[in-house]
């Protein structure tokens, strides 16, 4: 009787003990399941974020993008010293002289002794006549204001404004560097300035071009100083 008592508390205590352990191996179980999926969760989370965050750094660098712009700067070489990249790093009279748009202003300035003063002045904007700009001119007159160097520098210093005016800054009458005025008409990618050589209206052909040290708005019209 005593024996089959003992049978029995022993019987009753491993039963007790297997199911206790049974059910701390459930716990843990799951406690490690959960802590298993939480770091998941979080690293899911912060990868979200993180590639929100890079869209929207990439969303707003693209806003801030600030390229050349005009039907006229597909003519612009796509590479090398006369590119757009490439002129960023040359002062304006040199970035001009590597861009055969502009080899006929390049020719001008030269002859007026204007390259030195147009690459060590810092901070220019340069209404810059392409080549067409300078053949709708009457080759003698053309030829007479080559020949003439004051008229021909009070022309080319009459396309050069003090500041770097970037496109939204553009229209309005500003002062030049040969101490008169210009007047540009437009908004947005649309410019225009009245008085030319020809009498046709100029207009920005390929703007917000930048060079070391000046923005350039190459037109398609020679601009002329006010008469006085």
């Given at each position: 009787?005593?024996?089959?008592?003992?049978?029995?508390?022993?019987?009753?205590?491993?039963?007790?003990?297997?199911?206790?352990?049974?059910?701390?191996?459930?716990?843990?179980?799951?406690?490690?399941?959960?802590?298993?999926?939480?770091?998941s969760s979080d690293?899911?989370?912060?990868?979200?974020?993180?590639?929100?965050?890079?869209?929207?750094?990439?969303?707003?660098?693209?806003?801030?993008?600030?390229?050349?712009?005009?039907?006229?700067?597909?003519?612009?070489?796509?590479?090398?010293?006369?590119?757009?990249?490439?002129?960023?790093?040359?002062?304006?009279?040199?970035?001009?002289?590597?861009?055969?748009?502009?080899?006929?202003?390049?020719?001008?300035?030269?002859?007026a002794n204007l390259?030195?003063?147009?690459?060590?002045?810092?901070?220019?904007?340069?209404?810059?006549?392409?080549?067409?700009?300078?053949?709708?001119?009457?080759?003698?007159?053309?030829?007479?204001?080559?020949?003439?160097?004051?008229?021909?520098?009070?022309?080319?210093?009459?396309?050069?404004?003090?500041?770097?005016?970037?496109?939204?800054?553009?229209?309005?009458?500003?002062?030049?560097?040969?101490?008169?005025?210009?007047?540009?008409?437009?908004?947005?990618?649309?410019?225009?300035?009245?008085?030319?050589?020809?009498?046709?209206?100029?207009?920005?052909?390929?703007?917000?071009?930048?060079?070391?040290?000046?923005?350039?708005?190459?037109?398609?019209?020679?601009l002329a100083p006010?008469?006085?």
């Open positions: 009787m005593k024996s089959t008592l003992t049978r029995g508390v022993l019987l009753a205590t491993a039963s007790t003990l297997a199911v206790t352990l049974s059910a701390c191996g459930s716990d843990d179980s799951g406690t490690a399941s959960e802590g298993s999926a939480s770091p690293s899911s989370s912060e990868t979200s974020s993180g590639s929100e965050e890079g869209m929207e750094s990439t969303s707003g660098s693209d806003m801030m993008s600030d390229e050349p712009f005009g039907a006229g700067c597909s003519a612009v070489p796509a590479d090398g010293e006369g590119s757009f990249t490439g002129m960023t790093d040359d002062p304006v009279a040199t970035a001009a002289s590597n861009n055969p748009v502009l080899s006929t202003l390049v020719q001008a300035v030269t002859q390259v030195d003063t147009l690459n060590t002045t810092p901070d220019i904007t340069v209404i810059a006549p392409a080549n067409p700009a300078f053949e709708a001119i009457p080759q003698d007159q053309l030829q007479a204001v080559l020949a003439d160097n004051a008229v021909l520098t009070q022309i080319l210093t009459h396309h050069v404004i003090p500041g770097r005016l970037s496109p939204d800054q553009l229209a309005g009458t500003h002062t030049t560097v040969a101490g008169d005025e210009v007047t540009i008409e437009g908004s947005g990618e649309n410019f225009t300035v009245a008085q030319t050589v020809t009498g046709t209206p100029a207009s920005v052909i390929c703007g917000d071009v930048q060079t070391a040290n000046a923005t350039v708005y190459i037109v398609d019209q020679v006010a008469a006085g």
